[in-house]
Structures are given as C-alpha cells and as structure tokens.
C-alpha cells in the first residue's frame, strides 16, 4: 500500500506545505488585532506558550499518528487500537474530523473567495472596469457565489495533482511569495507617518490583560485554528512523509514559521491600522476596541489603499494576493483530508475524490451563501470553538493512551536510534497523556459554563 500512495518528495517540501497549511487567514487577519486588542506583547508571549505547551504536543500526536499508519485518521485511529471497543471510536473520531475538515472549508471558501475578489478588484477599477470591480467587491450572494466556486475549483485543481504534484509544488511556489509579499509590504508601510504608533500599541506589553481565562481560552482557540489541528490535516500530511525524518524537530519547525509568521503579520496590519488613522479612517469600535475581522480586512484596508493614490492599486492588489495565497495553501490542505480518506477507503481515483467532494463542500458553501445571517457564524463556532479543541482531545488520548508505547517509540526510533534519550521522549508522553486532555477538557468545560 505505502508504494502506491503519495509522498512528499522532500523535507523543506513537507516543512512548507505543513506550514502553508498552517498559515492561513488565521494568522493574518485573527492574531495581530487579537494580540494588539489583548495586552500587545504580552499576548504573544502566552500565545507563544500555548502554542509550544499544548499546540505542538497535539500537531505532534497527528504527525506520528498519520507516519506510523501511512494512512487517513480512520486507518490511523484504528491501527493503533486493539479493542474493538476503541477501533469503534477510533473511526467514528476519523469521521467526525473529516466533517469537521470539510465544514471549516465551507466557510473558509467563501472568505478565500471575498479575497480573490478584492485582488482582482482593484487593477480592474485602475483600468477602467469600474462596473466589474463595484461588482467583485460589494456583498451580494452571486458575488459570493461565484467567487466561492472559484476558489474551490482552484483547490481542487492542486488536490488533482496529488502530493508531490499538486500539494508540495504548489506549497513551495506560494509559501516563499507569501513571505516577501508580506516582508514588502511591512517595510513599505513603515516608511508612512503612524507606522511607529502601530508598533507601539502592537509591542508595548501589558501584562494586566493576559491573565483573564477568556483570553486564554481565545489565545488556545486561535493557536489550534492556526496549527491546523483536531481534524486530521496534519495527520494526512504526516502520512506522506518517509519513514526517514525525525518528526519532533520537523515539527517544532512547521510550528515556528507559523507563529513566526503570524508576528510577522502584525508587524504589518498594526502600522496599517495607524496609518489610516493618521489619515482619517476610523480604527476603533464604539466600545474603542481595536476594529478586526472582516471590517479591519474589507473597510479599514480598503479606505487606507485608497488613501494612498496610484501606488494604493500596487500595495492592494499585493495585500489581497498575499491572502489568497496563504487562504490557498491552508484550503488544500482541508480538501485533502475528505479525499485521501475516500481514495484509501473506496479506492477510488484522486480526481473522482476530489471532484465529488469539491463539489459536495461547495454545494454546501452555497446553503450558508444563502442563509448567510443564521449559518456562517454558527458553522465557525461549531467547528473551530468546539469542533477542532475536542477532536484534539480525542488525538491525545489516542496517541496517549490507546497507542501501545513501545509501538510509539518504535516509531521515533525509527530515524533516531537514540529516541529514548531526548527531551522529547522524556516530556511528550506525559504531555500528550496527561497535561493536554486535561487543560484542554478544563478550558472546554469554562466555556460550557
Ligand atoms: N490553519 C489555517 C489558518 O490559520 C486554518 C486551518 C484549519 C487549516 C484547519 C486546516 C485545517 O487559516
């Protein structure tokens, strides 16, 4: 079976697509207000902790879990358990997460889609197709419609082409346009007048606001949003990797360039936010919290693009791009946990997988299209809120638990004969046993109250 399936043809191949699919909509447009808005340094260093305490014990439990069984989280899940008790529920965990995975792209297709729009918007209008970019821009539901179903087709396109093919040569062609898209938009707008105030509010650190329990509950949340967690992506990824690489480190790596580029991000939205300040738009909510989200990314950026005459088309044009990318290389890897898992159950062909189910998360990204008001927030909540933290749960407790140790170590001796003497085998067990299930079923419950 592992000869007929896809592997990643290198490891920075592997490190760029996990950390494309990392990096995605969540660091750019979710961390730096969240951060600006929540104690500026301070945030990023608990997020920072979170991140390395419980995110990564979890990414690592996928990418174990997904290399030992060269499989999707059914197989995965299953092969470790030896209870028909646990194989059970190994698999009805599987399939929850490939829901889950293809309910996050529902919605995340429509966002990617507003982004296309506005990239493709603005060198239209500066052309003179003012029509056409009113059109691509303004909120109606053909609009949302018709962008959606184009970024969907685009993801399936990459999916079509498999793991080396598709995946990895996509992920190492946008992952290194992202970074100096990113890097050149922050120096350029350094160089106009706020830019310090942003980064001001973004670095000075306020430690009286980290320490609230709703914070830290935001900070876990948006940690495992962004690692791409619970739901089995980085489990399907790790399952395409040789049996030659030493996880821990590789994965230590995917979550540094993800966090790091999530600071990166701030470095360039809070300047943004204070340029367009200084320059008239209003920044700040009735409540005077930072604006974020949607209004942040298609009304505060939008009149600061503007603000900035001819050269505004460029540094748009990049920005919205910039997203598009990162949306692009997170929304294949979700397509990818639905297709492997129909292509290793039914065997069916890549391109039969991906077309039936692009084409089912598409249908249902027209119903919340439709019922946008009712729908498109409950499906997010539904899915990141609880969705994604209690499926990782149930990882750690599989990988924890379930999995036979020595079976584990086996698996880490793999490429590192010395396995039982690192650090990582010294704390991970214990975390990914005790320390996780419990902070996460703790900070789980505090929400429920
Ligand atoms: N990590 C992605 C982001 O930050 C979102 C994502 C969630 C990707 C779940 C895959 C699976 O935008």
């Given at each position: 079976m592992a000869t007929s399936r896809g592997q990643f043809g290198s490891r920075i191949g592997f490190i760029l697509a996990a950390a494309g699919s990392a990096v995605g909509l969540g660091n750019i447009w979710g961390f730096p207000t969240q951060a600006a808005s929540n104690g500026g340094a301070a945030f990023v260093l608990v997020y920072l902790v979170l991140a390395f305490?419980?995110?990564?014990?979890?990414?690592?439990?996928?990418?174990?879990?997904?290399?030992?069984?060269?499989?999707?989280?059914?197989?995965a899940l299953t092969r470790i358990s030896d209870r028909p008790l646990t194989k059970a529920i190994g698999a009805a965990t599987g399939l929850t997460g490939i829901i889950v995975a293809s309910l996050i792209l529902s919605f995340y297709a429509i966002v990617a889609g507003w982004m296309l729009g506005f990239t493709v918007a603005y060198p239209l209008s500066s052309?003179?197709?003012?029509?056409?970019?009113?059109?691509?821009?303004?909120?109606?539901?053909?609009?949302?419609?018709?962008?959606?179903?184009?970024?969907?087709?685009?993801?399936?396109?990459?999916?079509?082409?498999?793991?080396?093919?598709?995946?990895?040569?996509?992920?190492?062609?946008?992952?290194?346009?992202?970074?100096?898209?990113?890097?050149a938009l922050a120096l350029y707008v350094f160089t106009l007048d706020g830019a310090v105030e942003g980064l001001k509010v973004y670095l000075l650190p306020d430690f009286s606001k980290v320490f609230s329990g709703d914070l830290i509950l935001a900070a876990l949340g948006s940690a495992f949003f962004s690692l791409s967690l619970g739901v089995g992506t980085m489990l399907i990824y790790g399952s395409y990797l040789s049996d030659d690489e030493y996880l821990p480190s590789i994965?230590?790596?995917?979550?540094?360039?993800?966090?790091g580029l999530a600071v990166l991000a701030g470095f360039l939205i809070l300047p943004s936010m204070y340029v367009a300040a200084e320059r008239g738009v209003e920044i700040f909510d009735a409540s005077g919290a930072l604006l974020s989200e949607d209004t942040l990314i298609f009304s505060v950026l939008p009149a600061l693009f503007t603000s900035l005459g001819s050269i505004g088309v460029i540094v748009a044009t990049a920005f919205f791009?910039?997203?598009?990318?990162?949306?692009?290389?997170?929304s294949i890897s979700m397509l990818e946990v639905p297709v492997a898992f129909l292509v290793e159950r039914f065997q069916w062909s890549r391109q039969r997988a991906a077309t039936i189910a692009g084409t089912i998360i598409g249908?249902?990204?027209?119903?919340?299209?439709?019922?946008?008001?009712?729908?498109?927030?409950?499906?997010?909540?539904?899915?990141?809120?609880?969705?994604?933290?209690?499926?990782?749960?149930?990882?750690?407790v599989y990988a924890g638990w379930v999995w036979n140790r020595n079976s584990l170590l086996q698996e880490l001796k793999k490429n590192n004969p010395a396995a039982e003497k690192t650090w990582f085998w010294r704390l991970w067990p214990f975390y990914v046993r005790i320390v996780c299930p419990a902070i996460i079923a703790i900070i789980f419950a505090r929400s429920l109250l």
């Open positions: 305490l419980l995110a990564y014990p979890v990414l690592m439990a996928e990418l174990l879990l997904g290399r030992h069984a060269h499989g999707n989280t059914v197989i052309l003179g197709f003012g029509s056409s970019s009113t059109w691509l821009t303004a909120f109606t539901v053909p609009r949302n419609l018709t962008l959606m179903t184009c970024f969907m087709v685009m993801t399936m396109g990459i999916i079509m082409g498999g793991v080396h093919n598709g995946i990895e040569r996509w992920s190492t062609r946008l992952m290194p346009a992202l970074v100096v898209t990113l890097v994965g230590a790596q995917v979550a540094l360039i993800d966090i791009g910039l997203m598009s990318m990162a949306a692009l290389t997170s249908l249902i990204s027209a119903v919340v299209i439709f019922n946008f008001e009712s729908l498109f927030g409950l499906v997010i909540a539904l899915t990141t809120r609880y969705g994604q933290p209690l499926l990782g749960l149930m990882l750690c």
